[in-house]
């Protein structure tokens, strides 16, 4: 499934139109016709429904869902908010149908009030993906009537007042479930945008699917999984499964290495093995699978026999670390760098020219911060430009860690994962995913599928974990690790 821009679905929307000649009118009567038939089963007949219709498309939607409801015997009254000669083109052509459907049409303001207050169900048809902020009277007013009603809130498209430029967001409509059309807008997994959502649905309404396959950016399903993660052979070794280094913990932060060992470990590698500095390896406590190197090992050669490797987990700042870590860069294995990997890149972020092999940066929005000099507000406002911008620029695969985690490849490609829940927001989950992804980028079919499978499994195995054995309070990243058996295990009895 793939996720736009409103700039994205406009030009789907246009191509659909220009090349495919399909008409606007036909486009807006499915789209209506598949929102009333997502919403149909929640409603009954004694429902008071008022539809809120701005100028737009979007409002133009709201007009079919209105005849289409007054059609199958629904009480439904039409809040129009702007006046007839200001609705133009499609929605123009289904406001005059509905009319000849006898729908009741209000225009006042105070007429309003009344209904939306007494209205048993409320759908928001009044701004589209159309919409650019700040919000303008009298439309403030009406989303404050539609949130502070009782009744529930159907948004079409999206929520009314959500925008891509959050900084110029005013009035938003709190949506109870919003009934998207096509695909899902990338404010359907903005911080800051997602909560206005409510619950997600997604309808097709016939535009050309050859077009909509051209976007780069995706959502991670269980289709992809099934797609891309490599099988166990019946034939193979363990060389087949590749080897592993994971470099990091000290004395100070030991654990970080070993949960890095066992995501790696439960992911499936052919052999692990972990290089500390060799003061703390008496504070490790290693699982029998794990090899141990030192630091004082670390050479060119060493680095050239594993298949991946990760760096930076529990790692430490020193001087002595940042040597190291330049040293680790020159490797042409495929490198993963976390957490304090992440603050010693951020000292000197043109290191990154030197790579020569695929580099991976998993960063959560304060490492991403100090990556790119934006605050994390910035950050969190724009994720998904920000970061495939980063990517490009610097030739990296970035995945930057959030309820939404966002994976952006250095082509431009990106995806969006959905598995996950608050458990996952505790230290040491991210030292498992970096051991999870350093498997999957060995194996699986692309370095980019492999850590979208990563952060799928990592995410879908608390989701289990917290279903059936645990809380997202009381479970700890190693019962994570100890889940991904049963993640796995769906993907193996179920394949593709
Ligand atoms: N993508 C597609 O192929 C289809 C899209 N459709 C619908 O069309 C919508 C997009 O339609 P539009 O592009 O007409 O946009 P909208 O319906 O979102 O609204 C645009 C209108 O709102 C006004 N407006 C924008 N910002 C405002 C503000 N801050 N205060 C007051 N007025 C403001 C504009 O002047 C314009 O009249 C989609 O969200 C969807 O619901 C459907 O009709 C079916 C086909
Ligand atoms: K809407």
Same mark, same amino acid.
């Given at each position: 499934?793939?996720?736009?821009?409103?700039?994205?679905?406009?030009?789907?929307?246009? #191509?659909?139109?220009?090349?495919?000649?399909?008409?606007?009118?036909?486009?807006?009567?499915?789209?209506?016709?598949?929102?009333?038939?997502?919403?149909?089963?929640?409603?009954?007949?004694?429902?008071?429904?008022?539809?809120?219709?701005?100028?737009?498309?979007?409002?133009?939607?709201?007009?079919?869902?209105?005849?289409?409801?007054?059609?199958?015997?629904?009480?439904?009254?039409?809040?129009?908010?702007?006046?007839?000669?200001?609705?133009?083109?499609?929605?123009?052509?289904?406001?005059?149908?509905?009319?000849?459907?006898?729908?009741?049409?209000?225009?006042?303001?105070?007429?309003?009030?009344?209904?939306?207050?007494?209205?048993?169900?409320?759908?928001?048809?009044?701004?589209?993906?159309?919409?650019?902020?700040?919000?303008?009277?009298?439309?403030?007013?009406?989303?404050?009537?539609?949130?502070?009603? &009782?009744?529930?809130?159907?948004?079409?498209?999206?929520?009314?007042?959500?925008?891509?430029?959050?900084?110029?967001?005013?009035?938003?409509?709190?949506?109870?479930? %919003?009934? %998207?059309?096509?695909?899902?807008?990338?404010?359907?997994?903005?911080?800051?945008?997602?909560?206005?959502?409510?619950?997600?649905?997604?309808?097709?309404?016939?535009?050309?699917?050859?077009?909509?396959?051209?976007?780069? &950016?995706?959502?991670? @399903?269980?289709?992809?999984?099934?797609?891309?993660?490599?099988?166990?052979?019946?034939?193979?070794?363990?060389?087949?499964?590749?080897?592993?280094?994971?470099?990091?913990?000290?004395?100070?932060?030991?654990?970080?290495?070993?949960?890095?060992?066992?995501?790696?470990?439960?992911?499936?590698?052919?052999?692990?093995?972990?290089?500390?500095?060799?003061?703390?390896?008496?504070?490790?406590?290693?699982?029998?699978?794990?090899?141990?190197?030192?630091?004082?090992?670390?050479?060119?050669?060493?680095?050239?026999?594993? @298949?991946?490797?990760?760096?930076?987990?529990?790692?430490?700042?020193?001087?002595?670390?940042?040597? #190291?870590?330049?040293?680790?860069?020159?490797?042409?294995?495929?490198?993963?760098?976390?957490?304090?990997?992440?603050?010693?890149?951020?000292?000197?972020?043109?290191?990154?020219?030197?790579?020569?092999?695929?580099?991976?940066?998993?960063?959560?929005?304060?490492?991403?911060?100090? #990556?790119?000099?934006?605050?994390?507000?910035?950050?969190?406002?724009?994720?998904?430009?920000?970061?495939?911008?980063?990517? @490009?620029?610097?030739?990296?695969?970035?995945?930057?860690?959030?309820?939404?985690?966002?994976?952006?490849?250095?082509?431009?490609?990106?995806?969006?994962?959905?598995?996950?829940?608050?458990? #996952?927001?505790?230290?040491?989950?991210?030292?498992?995913?970096?051991?999870?992804?350093?498997?999957?980028?060995?194996?699986?079919?692309?370095?980019?599928?492999?850590?979208?499978?990563?952060?799928?499994?990592?995410?879908?195995?608390?989701?289990?974990?917290? &279903?059936?054995?645990? %809380?997202?309070?009381?479970? %700890?990243?190693?019962?994570?690790?100890?889940?991904?058996?049963?993640?796995?295990?769906?993907?193996?009895?179920?394949?593709?």
């Amino acid at each position: 499934m793939k996720c736009l821009t409103s700039e994205e679905m406009r030009q789907v929307d246009m #191509l659909a139109f220009n090349a495919y000649h399909m008409p606007g009118e036909v486009l807006m009567e499915n789209a209506g016709r598949a929102i009333v038939e997502a919403m149909v089963q929640d409603l009954i007949k004694s429902d008071r429904i008022v539809v809120v219709v701005g100028p737009g498309n979007n409002g133009g939607d709201g007009f079919v869902v209105a005849r289409e409801l007054k059609n199958r015997g629904y009480m439904v009254t039409v809040i129009q908010t702007v006046t007839n000669d200001k609705i133009s083109g499609e929605a123009n052509v289904h406001l005059n149908v509905m009319q000849r459907f006898n729908v009741d049409i209000i225009y006042d303001f105070p007429d309003a009030v009344q209904y939306i207050h007494e209205a048993t169900v409320i759908i928001d048809a009044l701004f589209g993906t159309g919409y650019t902020g700040p919000m303008r009277e009298p439309m403030h007013g009406y989303v404050a009537l539609m949130n502070d009603a &009782r009744a529930p809130i159907y948004s079409i498209d999206v929520p009314s007042g959500v925008s891509e430029t959050i900084g110029s967001m005013s009035a938003v409509v709190k949506a109870t479930k %919003t009934v %998207t059309i096509e695909a899902p807008k990338v404010t359907a997994y903005i911080e800051q945008t997602a909560p206005y959502y409510g619950e997600l649905t997604i309808v097709s309404i016939g535009l050309p699917t050859r077009e909509l396959d051209k976007i780069s &950016r995706t959502i991670w @399903q269980v289709c992809h999984v099934k797609q891309t993660l490599k099988k166990r052979e019946r034939f193979g070794h363990k060389g087949t499964y590749g080897h592993v280094l994971l470099i990091g913990g000290s004395v100070d932060m030991p654990g970080a290495i070993q949960l890095s060992a066992r995501g790696a470990l439960k992911s499936g590698a052919g052999l692990v093995s972990v290089m500390t500095e060799q003061a703390a390896r008496p504070f490790l406590q290693l699982p029998h699978e794990v090899m141990y190197r030192s630091h004082d090992e670390l050479t060119p050669q060493l680095l050239s026999n594993y @298949q991946a490797i990760a760096v930076g987990m529990g790692f430490g700042l020193t001087d002595e670390k940042l040597a #190291l870590f330049y040293q680790i860069l020159k490797t042409e294995v495929p490198l993963l760098i976390d957490a304090d990997g992440l603050t010693l890149l951020a000292r000197d972020i043109s290191r990154l020219k030197e790579r020569q092999g695929p580099t991976i940066l998993t960063p959560h929005p304060k490492e991403f911060a100090r #990556l790119t000099g934006f605050s994390v507000d910035v950050i969190k406002n724009d994720p998904f430009t920000l970061t495939k911008a980063f990517a @490009q620029e610097h030739g990296v695969y970035l995945v930057l860690k959030g309820t939404h985690t966002i994976i952006s490849s250095p082509r431009g490609e990106q995806v969006i994962n959905t598995t996950g829940n608050s458990a #996952l927001s505790k230290g040491g989950s991210g030292d498992i995913l970096s051991g999870i992804a350093c498997v999957r980028i060995m194996q699986d079919e692309t370095v980019l599928a492999g850590l979208c499978n990563a952060v799928y499994l990592h995410g879908y195995a608390s989701d289990i974990a917290v &279903r059936e054995d645990f %809380t997202a309070f009381d479970i %700890t990243p190693t019962d994570v690790v100890d889940s991904l058996s049963k993640a796995y295990r769906t993907f193996i009895e179920n394949p593709a």
